[in-house]
């Protein structure tokens, strides 16, 4: 059974540094693609940051390019998102998401994901 578990969210101040953590159990990361989404309250569900399995290059949204960081530690199992400079506009829940793949496409879209976490919430305050 797969599990992701996100942690690391809180309530930050705008420029503020958070690093989210998406421990998985029942797949080995490094044979996923793996990305980060978030959803805000009325808002549909956005990819923030992807990285495909195996794979040195990733893909970041516009509006964090520069200030986010996707990275994978295959040792534990664990895939990360630095989150530097902080903006009230990323407040939202932010969601793991592994997709099996056999490219190395970087995967973008929610529904070609294949496992979810529950989500982590993430505040910055103004």
């Known amino acids: 059974q797969v599990h992701l578990v996100e942690s690391g969210g809180g309530l930050v101040q705008a420029g503020g540094s958070l690093r989210l953590s998406c421990a998985a159990s029942g797949l080995t990361v490094s044979r996923y693609g793996m990305g980060w989404f978030r959803q805000a309250p009325g808002r549909e569900r956005e990819s923030v940051a992807a990285i495909a399995r195996s794979g040195g290059s990733a893909y970041y949204a516009d509006s964090v390019k520069g200030r986010f960081t996707i990275s994978r530690d295959n040792a534990k199992n664990t895939v990360y998102l630095q989150m530097n400079s902080l903006k009230p506009e990323d407040t939202a829940v932010y969601y793991c998401?592994?997709?099996?793949?056999?490219?190395?496409?970087?995967?973008?879209?929610?529904?070609?994901?294949?496992?979810w976490g529950q989500g982590t919430q993430v505040t910055v305050s103004s």
């Open positions: 998401a592994a997709g099996w793949q056999i490219t190395l496409v970087i995967m973008t879209s929610p529904g070609e994901y294949d496992y």
